[in-house]
């Protein structure tokens, strides 16, 4: 038995887009020189005289690889009987299939490595500088999913040849897998680098069409540049390369930036953070705190809003902020928001059979969250398992999440918790885009609203109008309002004086764990006192 290679998509005519303008790229020797086309590829690997793969090396057309990564599509045992000498020779010519791309005859990731390693010592012996520059199409995925497969592929093979023309001749370059492409550039100068990257850009600026739709496409780009002469660490070039990619695409996309150290800084960091709080997670330290809701026309406790804590022991107890890279992990952000809804409702259940007058709860409830569709029947059917009142909980959505591209999501769950008896809150109100469609589609019931615009009371007309006329719409549309962050009794008596129906701060209280914040319900004399005009004038 002997192990068969075949390729998919190597059958590409010398006329397919992949194929224009190909161009000598930089270096000596067979190795660093690319096929210029399906025949030349079958020279290099002396199979020119076979003008058909016999049945039982054919590739399958429907196999499990999208946009051809790499030119070995899949490996199996044969029997090498029949056709031995065809076998063999694939066999043989294997390590050379592997160096190209089988979708647009670019150098493949295996090649790029290859040719960094080469480069790592000319660097040190020639004095090289060298630039890595990883370009990735922004939302690429969208042409897969909308108009096919066959129209992703066209567009890689365009992006290619465009590459080519442009950039061929002064730089090694691969397709790295997917949308992602490298070009690697020797003993170039910040100058040159520049104009390289403006080439590049406006080549890939320019529409690609398939079967009579246009594509606009623009690309992110992120370099990491040696320019010490000295020897380098190939991956590790590539990984602040990738570093700098990401900061393009968080950046809005259709840029370029070049690794700073701070990148790879904040990247560790980030990496220690989901470490740490994947293990807190495990361990029972990721725990909730409560801070107290005040209705302002009798300063009487309204509930609680349950706040995430990272208690590490020793008395150093963190917020939010402070790990906020879990949050932007999908799966684990989705983790530790199952578990503040278990915590939230169990502590609901503890203090309901202690007959402590906590009146609600309210979860805040994060975007991965609502990538579950049965979200809302989850959390009805925990509330239910505990015999707790549905009112009793309520859940925050803030702006943000519910303008979001996972809207309809929110929207569905946000309806089935309605219909369940659980009241919905937007946080948040007023830090992004809402408008009053939002609001009458939306089923809320209390808007709260943002402490940027508590802490600007007083400062000027136009906040001191925009919360009076927030609490005006919220009342006009039959929904409560609660202003968050409440911390001078001036901000206190004005938001009681234009009729705001409660409010949170460290005012009144700050999040404390459970047993503090049961203990807080026995001492609410101990709440400031209003004085009988606001020191705020609406």
Known sequence: MITEVFGKGMNSTPD????????????????????????????????S???????????????????GDHAISSVRQINPRGQPGFAGKLVDRAPYLARFDNLTALYSRMAMREKLGKSARDAEALGQSAALILLD????????DTYSQAAGDECLQHVASRLIATVGTVGFLARMGGDEFALLLLGHTRQSLSYILKDIQEALALPFSFDGYIFHLTSSIGIAVRCDGRRFNPDELIRDAALALDEAKTSGK???????RVLRTTCNEKVETLRGVRSALAAGQLELYYQSKITLHDRTHSGFEALLRWNKGGGQVLPPGSFMAAFDDPSLS???????????????????????????????????????????????NAIAATNLDPRMIEVEVTEGVFLSATSDAVLNACKVLKQG???????????GFASLTHLRDFPVDIIKIDRSFINRLGQGQNTTTIVNAMVGLAHSLSMSIVAEGVETQAQADFLKAIGCDAAQGYLFARPVPAAAAAQQLQYSHQLPDFVSTASLQP
């Not at 199409?137 to 897969?144: A, E, G, R, S």
Request: charged fraction near 20%.
């Open 334 to 380: 989705m983790e530790i928001g199952n578990c503040v809804i278990a915590s939230a409702i169990d502590q609901a259940r503890r203090w309901m059979i202690a007959r402590v007058p906590f009146v609600s709860i309210a979860i805040n409830l994060s975007a991965s969250q609502f990538r579950d569709d049965q979200l809302g029947n989850r959390i009805l």
């Open 16 to 47: 397919s887009p992949c194929n224009y303008g190909l161009k000598q790229q930089i270096g000596h020797g067979t190795c660093d020189r690319r096929p210029r086309n399906t025949e030349e590829i079958q020279d290099v690997l002396g199979l």
């Open 137 to 144: 199409l922004d939302d690429f995925n969208d042409v897969n």
């Open 254 to 260: 259709n840029c370029h930036r070049v690794f700073r």
């Open 49 to 67: 005289t076979l003008t058909e793969l016999p049945g039982v090396l054919r590739v399958p057309t429907g196999g499990p690889i999208v946009n």
């Open 421 to 431: 008896g659980v009241r919905i809150a937007f946080d948040d109100f007023g830090t």
